[in-house]
């Protein structure tokens, strides 16, 4: 058996397909140097024939919309490396970024009128022969996925198309090009990597050739023109219809061959003299032409036959192509695609549903999007046949919420739950589930809930949900079905609430008590197939799904207990006792009633006609907090263990290390990542290892003070993490060192570190040897530490573009992979009015009101240009005042002398140096009231200090350094020196409201955008993964 075939049949094989990567043959790794230099030949030739062409589009581009002529996005390259692709631009440059053109809300809107023609001929591909020049992509392969194309990428890596250079165009997109289903696109990825080969890739030329001139698979993005020219079910164009566009490109071919001859053979009359001697060289030289081009499309010939002919070894002839379609052209004619739609990105309940279904079975079509921000509403929802609606703020401690936190409640909850399902109803979808809650029953007298009993909620999170429940289901009709679920308390591995609590105290408590009370409550796969069947249902209406038994808070404590191997005695007679605490107002009455309340539906309520309880009570705790052996040792052998060196105290906020610590960690969704933080305390006895909510806290003591100190408890801490990973046989274990202290001893140990199977991660934060305040000797060292770092780290993850092109541009020799992740902020809620009195007491003390001041806040140091900002603020004209927040009573008393012989600043009583204040509420109004925020830092790296005034200033001031501008991009205004800071705050103070507000919309857009703590989560998880897994060796 050949050993293609071979490849064929163990991919044919259903259960096999999903598992295996495809490894390349012996030939198919020999004929790749042969495509590369095939590639160089035909981009080179190109980009020098077609010049012409390409200055005609590229001044008909311009001529028809204002903006660039090419457009830059970034792909997925060979092995999911990212690279940056050019087109012509063919839309408007208010086009929403990274998003699919058939993602897209109306894309016609968005298409330029050369852009149309040039999407229609497929010319705006053209640049990216500089990208096959390059060696980015190939004249034939899978196209590049988006860089957040990840289901599209998933689907891939089961066929192992990642694998392969990308191309111009392939054998997906002579298929059916953009329409095609996700699971359909990459399977014909597939099928081309199995297939790799010269027959291959002439089949996939022809092909395209064909498809443009017949116009079929060339369609613009999300216009539904496929459906509408007949195409397959599925979106494919059919085998006839393939094989017909190959014919028309081999027919082509043939003939631009035969009148290159033609032309060829006139051209040689004319330049060849009519001699004997030069007559016989003509005809010398014109058999060479005829015998090179004739054997050229000979060649194309004969491989087209032998590629079409060879399928008669999969099962026979063209018959074997249609019936392997498995691969070729998936069948989704017998079974009907569901598109599914999960509005809320990293949820409990969306991710558990999400791979419920996409293990059920093939038929649904799953995308998940994330509702921070307004991105969301430039998805186009008619793509989808139901939205399952599961974004919203959880239950929280409603005893300790702010006035303004219960606004968010009913903004996320009740708003934004109406308007997406308003998006669905209009967009044409035909189906939106929305997950109410068993909460809107909370102020109910009884304990049973009938389906006679009114809704009736006891606070602002339970009224937040019976509103959308409520409004949602006004839009439901037969065209729209609504369905809304309103479940019980929701459990399983990895959720959140009050079953992780009660399962703690199940395994540590010597004694429970003995009480009698019954709750309704559901599991997590109960749900999910309860939620499948909806959909297969096309169901409508409130239901109410609960487990098959109801269950009692202490038999449950002793099930957990059982499982777990913990003994746990009951103790008797406690109902009474329980009784009186449920009564005793305030934290105790509440958690006593969430313990051992009684809280259920009716039975019958939750009866379904078909069965959804795929768990009992028994199973579903066993399966929560029993891990089977096999099991626990492959999830410990594929778990990423990091361990972060540089933080002074986790579980003190020391400073801006420990702040990015937990910001990242807080918003931590990837459960296949442990985190060790190591904490630094001054006494052996409080030495030791803790759980701080899920992380691993190492606790190091170091008696001493000041930076030789912390170098030497970063020293301490990299030694003991090492033999905590060899003791323990940790897997994957990485090394995460924030800051470049300890370069030179890092240096020293990097082939020891090696050895040993670690990994090393690196964040330098901004350019430390520039700071002013250390002496010369020390920015020498530092300079020269954060060089030995560099080139002794796997990764360096720069939290700004400025510090990565920096690093690149330092770095001699040995280099290590360069990513770019940014420091995060989270949005900030409104203010609201009448400001509280802790608020109206600091602007009293400093006689300052909304809208008349400028604010300085940061700390008091050299790097900060305090002295510049002093000086052009007191050079300007403006009547406001100049708010300056900083420790600059706890600074070096030599630089706080400086600034003031140099400015006068108590001269000017606009200046007003109010010192450090920490009240989070206080600072919160001081931002938003301010009327710009001036912020002087020099040094380098995401500042997280202008996060959050760009989070929550309108107008922002920034010292003009690339890497304030990388942050603040246009969103923001510049200053160099004292007179352009004072100009600038002149013409600051002469705009409008309007203007000053659109500039601050803007800058809070960016902050979600590009600075959410989620996305910064995603991005190291990435690291992580690619680090682990090779990607970036």
């Known amino acids: 058996m050949s050993e293609e075939k071979q490849n064929f049949n163990e991919v044919n094989n259903e259960e096999e397909k999903i598992a295996k990567v495809f490894n390349l043959s012996n030939k198919q790794k020999k004929y790749l140097p042969i495509k590369r230099v095939m590639d160089i030949i035909l981009s080179g030739g190109a980009i020098i024939v077609l010049s012409p062409l390409l200055a005609g589009i590229s001044l008909a581009i311009k001529l028809d919309s204002p903006g660039p002529v090419l457009f830059k996005q970034n792909r997925v390259g060979k092995n999911k490396e990212l690279f940056e692709i050019w087109k012509f631009r063919s839309m408007r440059t208010d086009t929403p970024s990274d998003i699919p053109t058939h993602m897209l809300n109306n894309p016609d809107a968005f298409i330029t009128k050369s852009g149309k023609f040039l999407r229609k001929t497929s010319l705006d591909e053209l640049p990216q022969i500089f990208n096959i020049f390059s060696g980015k992509m190939s004249v034939i392969g899978p196209r590049p996925a988006l860089w957040n194309q990840d289901d599209l990428i998933a689907e891939r890596d089961k066929y192992g198309a990642n694998s392969v250079i990308p191309g111009l165009t392939g054998w997906a997109q002579i298929n059916g090009r953009d329409e095609l289903e996700i ?148 069948d989704l004619k017998d079974v009907k695609s569901k598109k599914i739609l999960i509005t809320g990105a990293n949820s409990y309940i969306g991710m558990s549903v999400e791979e419920w279904l996409r293990k059920a079975s093939e038929k649904y079509v799953i995308d998940t999007i994330d509702m921070i921000g307004k991105e969301w509403k430039n998805v186009d929802f008619s793509n989808y046949d139901v939205v399952y609606h599961v974004a919203g703020i959880a239950h929280a401690d409603v005893g300790n919420v702010t006035e ?204 379904y006609k078909e069965i959804y309880r795929v ?200 280099k290590p992979v360069l990513d770019c992740i940014a420091y995060g902020v989270n949005p900030a809620l409104p203010v609201t009015e009448p400001i509280p009195a802790n608020v109206k007491e600091f602007f009293k003390k400093w006689g300052i009101e909304k809208d008349n001041y400028y604010l300085v806040l940061g700390r008091y140091i050299p790097e900060n240009n305090y002295e510049l900002m002093i000086k052009g603020f007191m050079k300007s004209n403006t009547t406001r005042k100049l708010l300056i927040i900083t420790n600059y009573k706890t600074e070096i008393q030599k630089f706080h002398k400086h600034i003031l012989d140099s400015t006068h600043y108590p001269d000017d009583p606009r200046v007003i140096m109010a010192g450090t204040l920490y009240d989070q509420e206080t600072l919160h109004y001081i931002r938003q009231y301010a009327h710009g925020y001036i912020h002087g830092h020099s040094v380098g790296g995401t500042n997280p200090g202008l996060l959050e005034a760009m989070a929550e200033t309108d107008m922002n001031l920034l010292y003009d350094v690339t890497f304030n501008r990388y942050v603040g991009a246009e969103t923001a205004l510049y200053f160099e020196d004292e007179d352009s800071l004072k100009r600038l705050i002149e013409r600051v103070d002469k705009m409008s409201k309007e203007e000053v507000k659109a500039y601050g919309d803007a800058a809070k857009k960016r902050m979600v955008d590009k600075y959410s703590w989620e996305k910064i989560a995603l991005g190291y998880s990435r690291v992580f993964h690619d680090l682990v897994e090779g990607k970036n060796a």
């Not at 003994?567 to 406690?574: A, E, F, L, Q, R």
């Not at 009455?589 to 309520?605: E, H, Q, V």
């Not at 606790?699 to 000041?706: D, F, T």
């Open 183 to 330: 699971p359909v696109k990459a399977k014909f990825d597939g099928e081309y990597v199995k297939q790799l080969g010269l027959g291959m890739d002439i089949k996939c030329f022809l092909g395209t050739v064909g498809s443009v001139l017949s116009h079929d698979g060339v369609v613009e993005g999300g216009t539904g023109e496929m459906n509408k020219n007949g195409e397959e079910n599925d979106g494919t164009l059919g085998i006839s219809k393939v094989k017909r566009n190959i014919y028309v490109g081999a027919s082509v071919i043939a003939a631009v061959g035969t009148i290159a001859v033609g032309l060829l053979t006139v051209t040689i009359k004319f330049v060849f003299k009519k001699s004997d001697i030069e007559q016989q060289k003509k005809k010398q030289c014109k058999k060479g032409i005829f015998a090179i081009i004739g054997g050229f499309l000979c060649g194309i010939g004969v491989l087209y036959q032998r590629s079409k002919y060879r399928s008669k070894t999969y099962k026979s002839s063209c018959k074997a192509v249609t019936e392997s379609s498995k691969l070729m052209q998936p």
């Open 404 to 607: 303004e936190q219960k606004k968010l409640y009913y903004k996320v909850n009740t708003d934004l739950a109406f308007e997406v399902a308003q998006k669905a109803k209009e967009d044409g979808v035909k189906q939106f589930i929305f997950m109410s809650s068993m909460i809107v029953y909370s102020g109910c007298d009884t304990t049973m809930i009938s389906k006679d009993t009114e809704p009736k909620p006891l606070n602002f999170y339970g009224d937040s949900k019976w509103q959308a429940d409520q409004k949602v289901r006004t839009l439901s009709d037969e065209q729209f079905k609504v369905v809304v679920i309103r479940p019980p308390m929701i459990y399983g591995k990895g959720s959140k609430g009050n079953y992780p609590e009660l399962a703690k105290l199940a395994t540590k408590l010597p004694v429970f008590p003995e009480v009698k009370n019954k709750r309704s409550m559901l599991y997590i796969d109960n749900l999910c197939e309860f939620v499948k069947l909806m959909i297969d249902n096309e169901e409508q209406g409130i239901f109410f799904p609960q487990n098959g038994e109801y269950t009692n808070t202490s038999e449950m404590v002793q099930m957990i207990a059982a499982v777990k191997g913990h003994n746990i005695v009951m103790i008797p007679g406690m109902s009474l006792p329980v009784k009186i605490m449920k009564k005793i107002p305030g934290k105790i009455g509440r958690l006593t009633t969430k313990a051992f309340g009684n809280s259920t539906y009716d039975m019958n309520m939750s009866e």
């Open 615 to 814: 768990r009992t009570l028994i199973e579903s705790i066993s399966l929560t907090e029993k891990k089977d052996f096999k099991e626990e040792e492959k999830v410990k052998s594929t778990m990423i263990n990091v361990f972060i060196i540089g933080l002074r105290g986790y579980t003190q906020n020391y400073g801006g290390w420990e702040a990015f610590a937990h910001g990242l960690l807080d918003n931590w969704s990837d459960r296949s990542v442990h985190f060790y933080a190591f904490e630094k305390v001054t006494s052996e006895k409080e030495e030791g290892v803790v759980d701080v909510n899920g992380v691993t806290c190492i606790r190091v003591c170091e008696k001493e003070q000041g930076s030789s100190a912390m170098m030497k408890y970063d020293k301490n801490c990299t030694d003991y993490a090492i033999k905590y990973i060899k003791k323990n046989n940790v897997s994957n274990p990485i090394l995460f060192h924030l800051g470049v202290r300890i370069g030179p001893y890092i240096w020293l140990k990097r082939k020891s570190i090696k050895k040993e199977g670690i990994w090393m991660i690196e964040n330098p934060a901004g350019a430390e040897w520039r700071r002013r305040k250390w002496g010369k000797a020390l920015q020498v060292y530092l300079y020269i530490s954060a060089m030995m770092m560099a080139k002794s780290t796997d990764c360096m993850v720069c939290d700004n573009e400025g510090i990565q092109e920096l690093y690149k541009g330092m770095i001699k020799g040995r």
